[in-house]
């Protein structure tokens, strides 16, 4: 399809589902209610570490308006989202493993009374040492948190070597040793997760809830509950915000369920904001060091990232998360040779996870803030040092991914150019400070998180008599306007307006199976398949249109809810008589569409982590006011530049980088999901109030490029763009905060107090507040796979005890 | 998570009965005592367009009109309500919008729509006390709302927006909100 002829996409469309949010008719998940509905409750550990000894829950059971009580003996059966990792039990079997585990659960006919007999259950616990951070996972430990992983408390270990690092580094002109560390945020999302399930004496179960992936849930449900998939529908609800917390199944959407089996009544469960913070999935906390090697014109010969994640209680996607802390190093600047090693530690905290751009902006900080350092170390400026060494377009990197588009360049000179920086970058006078970063992300994950050879999207199609079109596709509003996208892509394939589509999405009754909303997905995948359905559907019109017309087929236009020949526009017919000459013809007129990614040039163990159909690139220039009397770092103005390809829809677009210029900016400066170690690792502050997000105080003024060039791979052009902007705006504040005072703070969030700190250390003549050292880890030998201009084949090479081909198991992504 | 120990279901038999002036309809309600205009709102009278965030007062999400003045429905005693004026998203527009859910839907001021309700009619209720607010106004009677979607500016956008549209202006959006720059 040839870009700018289009009708619908690239222009600003209101999103399908704009109105019923803006009238409060949107339903969530708590919105929803059923005849004899029961409320659920969940008692939680109050123990970050402890073994259970014993659960009476007489008691409560006793109490008026409790219908049932639940313990983990009845869903014994583990769970979690990847293979590798089914550690979770919807409640507790005989172990808790941080404060907030789910233990027991009740249903009751009314909240508070469901939440009365949390009170009535009497658990012994045995307490167990709990292990507060990864350097403590690290020591062998009498009573491990699970009983599997790479080494005691080590959840995964991952080492991956492209090329001789070494040597590259023996060799560079000039080599640097950084630390950093990103600290952990979650997603904080305004709608609390909810459930309502509802049981037939069929055999039927139906679940609402507002989760990103109802695929999984409904493969959770079945494991967990020993129910064919046949019987099991999942509805995922409109996400009030999901940024990857309602990513994972979840214990609360099988204790509803399992409720509704027991007492025959529908059963929901809202969770409370304190619970939410438990759920977590967040942001792991991660420590990096980094050692890179450059010429003296800055091209990067070397690089070996090392990674340590705190990943807290369970599993969950840790393991890709692992992986991903050191997958896209390679796809933004060329690094000719790269070794990564990564470590992820269970500790007695809340479950981490996937959040906007899972594992991926904690390195991405560390890279950025480096090549900022490693600038000024060359006297190159870092904006120039940038482009003088991007990753070519339409190549593969040192670990094999393939990159498709590429502006990065273009990202980098558009807020150069806005924010003035040759003339005002380190000129701005003290307290004052610009800082330059960038990033790339993925459209999407290159292969499923459990191994199948299956499309990753699928979509029906369905043109009515009347001329109005629904589409059906198992993909996930979360409010990024996933919906919208397949509206836009269907009318303009059929040349309706928008509002002719209907949309029905997230119910696994209903819709072909899309994976869900995580790794910017939807747009590409969902949207190409939605493509070829449409098209589809067009080819079966056209071809009664055109015998009808005795015009050839290829010469039709369809457009303004018409079919017509481009030479003799008045030559034609209304899109429903085209619909319904196909279906006296043929019957309904119905088509499917699927997506299945290209398969990745790596063929390695660990290469399912990190190949995407097309990355998208962004760019972004922070401007910070550094106060030296209190530390306060303030941030009037951002601007970003972001390459996605093609905007189908530049309104949502816009949405997406300024969002994720917002959480960016959260992360960069306050957000910070704290412990106390000093009290047997309660949550610091699991509420809205001392969670600390920006407000409408805190937010800057955001100036928006958006970059257009398309990747072949991707529906008319498009590319990811709700994460991907996110990424540069740590390091950039980081880089204008050195700008403005010469101090380094190398981890984020840059609080006052580490500001303050690292204006004293200056005072004493350093000027930098981070981590300044990395644990000793036993590393596995690397997996060593030769980079594609040294010879190599994507394939590993051949060392003792290693498997040779990728196992199923670390396609994980 | 030590929790204090009630072991007593609460009493539902006693039940408050108040008469709201709700969107312009006099509207008698009878509920347990308790409870707060939010759940009043969501449970009794099922006007699930009140969102709650916290039900802490932390995050503005549940905020409605409570004669004129926009309040955190999740702190107010529903009791203390009898007679007085609430009005919620459901009486923003009839079958037609208010300009202010136009413009929120046009620029993509509603993303996941869950903090929506309590933005618009914390906007409205700026609107009716300053038609011509500047920016930082907007950012000041917007604090109180928390939003994890948009980064408020085209909250911001939408509402000034509004504004001129309710001075009587024509006014659209700058190209730059809708395509950014290029």
């Given at each position: 399809m040839a870009c700018g002829r289009e009708r619908v996409v690239g222009k600003p469309q209101r999103k399908v589902d704009a109105v019923g949010k803006v009238t409060g008719r949107t339903r969530f998940a708590d919105d929803l209610a059923l005849p004899r509905m029961l409320y659920c409750r969940l008692l939680r550990s109050p123990h970050a570490h402890a073994r259970i000894l014993a659960i009476d829950t007489a008691r409560a059971a006793a109490l008026d308006g409790v219908r049932a009580v639940l313990t983990g003996a009845a869903l014994p059966l583990p769970f979690g989202i990847l293979p590798v990792s089914q550690d979770e039990h919807a409640l507790a079997l005989d172990r808790v493993r941080f404060i907030g585990d789910p233990v027991a659960a009740v249903a009751a006919v009314s909240e508070e009374i469901a939440t009365a007999a949390l009170d009535l259950i009497d658990v012994?616990?045995?307490?167990?040492?709990?292990?507060?951070?990864?350097?403590?996972?690290?020591?062998?430990?009498?009573?491990?948190?699970?009983?599997?992983?790479?080494?005691?408390?080590?959840?995964?270990?991952?080492?991956?070597?492209?090329?001789?690092?070494?040597?590259?580094?023996?060799?560079?002109?000039?080599?640097?040793?950084?630390?950093f560390f990103y600290g952990g945020s979650t997603h904080l999302a305004m709608e609390q997760h909810a459930a309502l399930a509802d049981w037939s004496p069929d055999g039927k179960l139906t679940l609402w809830s507002s989760t990103q992936t109802p695929h999984y849930v409904h493969r959770a449900l079945a494991r967990v509950l020993e129910l064919p998939p046949a019987r099991i529908r999942v509805i995922a609800t409109p996400n009030g915000g999901g940024f990857g917390g309602k990513s994972d199944p979840f214990g609360h959407e099988i204790v509803v369920a399992k409720l509704a089996m027991l007492t025959g009544r529908p059963v929901k469960i809202t969770l409370t904001r304190e619970e939410v913070f438990y759920c977590h999935r967040g942001r792991h906390p991660t420590l990096m060091w980094v050692r890179t090697g450059v010429t003296r014109d800055g091209r990067i010969t070397g690089m070996h990232f090392r990674t340590l994640l705190d990943g807290g209680g369970y599993g969950s996607y840790g393991v890709a998360s692992t992986y991903y802390t050191g997958a896209l190093q390679t796809v933004t600047y060329q690094v000719e040779r790269y070794k990564f090693e990564g470590a992820r530690a269970f500790t007695n905290k809340a479950p981490c996870g996937p959040k906007r751009g899972h594992g991926t902006p904690q390195p991405r900080f560390a890279l950025e803030v480096q090549m900022d350092k490693l600038a000024e170390d060359l006297g190159i400026d870092p904006a120039e040092l940038r482009l003088r060494h991007l990753a070519p377009p339409n190549s593969v990197t040192a670990n094999y991914l393939r990159i498709g588009s590429m502006g990065l360049g273009t990202c980098i000179e558009k807020v150069m150019a806005g924010a003035g920086w040759k003339a005002r970058h380190g000129r701005l006078g003290p307290g004052r400070g610009l800082g330059l970063a960038c990033s790339s992300y993925l459209s999407g994950a290159g292969l499923p998180i459990y191994w199948n050879d299956m499309p990753h999207s699928g979509v029906q199609l369905k043109c009515d008599r009347g001329g109005g079109v629904t589409v059906f596709c198992g993909s996930t509003d979360i409010g990024q306007g996933s919906d919208s996208i397949l509206a836009s892509i269907v009318a303009e394939v059929l040349g309706v307006a928008m509002g002719d589509v209907s949309v029905m999405t997230a119910d696994t009754d209903l819709t072909p199976v899309d994976l869900g909303s995580y790794s910017s997905?939807?747009?590409?995948?969902?949207?190409?398949?939605?493509?070829?359905?449409?098209?589809?559907?067009?080819?079966?019109?056209?071809?009664?249109?055109?015998?009808?017309?005795?015009?050839?087929?290829?010469?039709?236009?369809?457009?303004?809810?018409?079919?017509?020949?481009?030479?003799?526009?008045?030559?034609?017919?209304?899109?429903?008589e085209a619909v319904q000459l196909a279906e006296a013809e043929e019957g309904t007129v119905g088509t499917v569409g699927s997506y299945t990614p290209p398969r990745s040039p790596g063929r390695y163990r660990g290469a399912g982590v990190g190949p995407s159909p097309a990355y998208s690139y962004s760019a972004a220039i922070a401007e910070v006011a550094v106060d030296p009397d209190t530390g306060i770092v303030r941030v009037p103005k951002i601007w970003v530049a972001h390459d996605v390809g093609r905007c189908i829809n530049p309104a949502t677009v816009m949405g997406q980088v300024e969002g994720s210029v917002y959480m960016g900016l959260g992360e960069a400066l306050m957000e910070d999901m704290a412990y106390r170690p000093n009290r047997r690792l309660l949550h610091k502050i699991p509420s809205l109030l001392e969670y600390k997000s920006p407000t409408t105080l805190e937010m800057c003024d955001v100036e928006t490029y958006l970059i257009e060039d398309p990747d072949p791979n991707g529906p008319f052009g498009a590319k990811e763009v709700g994460q991907g902007p996110l990424l540069p705006i740590p390091p950039a504040v980081a880089n204008a905060v050195y700008d403005a005072l010469g101090v380094r703070i190398d981890e984020v969030p840059i609080t006052p107090e580490k500001v303050l700190k690292a204006l004293k250390d200056k005072a004493r003549g350093a000027g930098r507040y981070g981590p300044d050292r990395f644990p000793d880890i036993t590393w596995p030998a690397p997996t060593v796979v030769a980079p594609p201009w040294e010879g190599g084949d994507g394939r590993a090479a051949p060392s003792p005890g290693a498997s040779p081909s990728p196992s199923a198991s670390e396609r994980q992504h | 998570m030590p929790r204090p120990r009630p072991p007593r279901p609460p009493r539902t038999s006693d039940r408050a009965l108040i008469t709201l002036d709700l969107n312009g309809e006099r509207t008698p309600v009878a509920f347990a005592p308790h409870k707060t205009l939010l759940e009043v709102l969501r449970e009794d009278l099922g006007l699930t367009g009140t969102k709650h965030g916290c039900e802490l007062g932390e995050c503005g999400t549940c905020t409605v009109l409570l004669d004129d003045q926009p309040v955190l429905s999740c702190l107010v005693l529903a009791a203390a309500c009898d007679g007085r004026r609430v009005r919620t998203v459901e009486g923003m527009g009839g079958s037609r919008l208010h300009p202010l859910q136009e413009t929120f839907a046009d620029l993509g001021a509603a993303q996941c729509g869950y903090c929506t309700p309590g933005f618009l009619l914390a906007a409205r209720a700026l609107l009716e006390r300053n038609p011509a607010p500047t920016r930082d106004q907007i950012r000041e009677a917007l604090s109180g709302n928390l939003c994890r979607c948009t980064g408020y500016l085209k909250i911001y956008e939408a509402v000034e927006l509004a504004a001129a549209r309710l001075r009587g202006e024509t006014a659209e959006p700058k190209p730059e909100t809708l395509y950014g720059l290029r």
């Open positions: 012994t616990y045995e307490p167990l040492p709990a292990i507060a951070d990864p350097e403590a996972a690290i020591a062998p430990a009498e009573t491990p948190i699970h009983d599997y992983g790479d080494a005691g408390n080590l959840h995964k270990l991952v080492s991956l070597e492209f090329g001789d690092v070494a040597e590259a580094l023996a060799r560079a002109d000039h080599v640097r040793e950084d630390l997905r939807v747009t590409l995948m969902s949207g190409n398949a939605a493509l070829q359905a449409a098209e589809r559907a067009r080819a079966i019109l056209a071809r009664h249109a055109a015998h009808k017309l005795t015009v050839p087929a290829e010469r039709l236009v369809f457009a303004a809810g018409r079919v017509f020949d481009a030479e003799h526009p008045e030559t034609g017919m209304t899109l429903a | -």
